[in-house]
């Protein structure tokens, strides 16, 4: 049996997951790694440019890896962040001392340790059911940041890490993310497809931008963000806007040059999302939207504001969660009685 290490504490975090998780769980690594620990970071291939230029780890893993070559290590600590069966199927190949989250137990089933209960017992695996997961989840205060606190045991540092390479190369792509001399807005309204309730719906994000590009300052810039999945989205939005102002950065961006363009952006509007966590990483100050999901768990480190749903479903998780008072008019008061967009 090999260490990865001599003389210093081995972890190993196994985060699969959305990718915006994936971001916000990075936040803990420094704090980890000044602790003089060797970190291991096990997460899916499509996470790679996320974590890809993150100083505080010592060995980055991809799903494509063969996980038996993991049974000759040893951890010191391994964090199970995830509750896929396929993931958990592997942690007894582990070589270990303390285990912290999701496993399968003796009965064949998703368990979980009780030092991320409180985590766990939110989710779709609570030992709780379901109907008290669901309680537990809407009537929670406490953020995603405040509860890994615990957890890791020590302070969150939100921090994203690209190439300089990158960002020069999307300045020259989109050269209007150079100028110092407009004020620069980004609205993420989309959902990526999965979750359509989380998207911002498109006659109000239709008349969010209006209200952005008629609101007496001529600096204002607006532009769209999105992948794929807001191809049609986008192309409706900008066809439909008869004034300039009005930038789409397109659609095909790699991860690293979409955290590039978010960090270029003096604001952002985003639903709980990649780009919410992208912009929250790099310090952009924003201005996020909640339906389905908790406005509660998201820690915006003094950058953001926040609405919600008025709905009775808000922090359903529900896909179908009613979206409708997530209006324009709500975000654009929110967005103006504050002083982020003067300069």
Known sequence: MSSLGVNVKNILIIKFGALGDVVRTSFFLKNLKLSGNRIVFLTHDNSLDLLRFNPYIDVLLLSSFSLERLAGFYFDEVYSLDDEREILDMIPKLTYKTLHGAFIDDENKINYTDSLSYWFNMGLVSRLGKKHADELKKSNQLSHAKIFKA?????ASPEFFNSGYIEGGIKEKIPLLRSNDIIKIGINSGSGGRWESKALPITETLKLI????TAGNARIRVFLLGGDAEVERHKYLYNSIEREGL?????????????????????IISSDSLALHLAIAQ????????????????ETFGTGLKIHSLSEDYCSYKKDTDNSTITAERLFVKLISNLWIEK
């Not at 310090?283 to 998201?298: D, R």
């Open 151 to 155: 957890i890791f045991g020590g302070e």
């Open 283 to 298: 310090g952009v100050k924003n201005l996020s939207f909640y339906a389905p999901t908790s406005a509660a768990e998201i």
């Open 210 to 213: 209006n209200l952005l590009l």
């Open 247 to 267: 930038v789409d950065t397109g659609n095909s961006n790699s991860l690293l040059e979409f955290a590039a363009i978010i960090k270029a952006m003096d604001f």
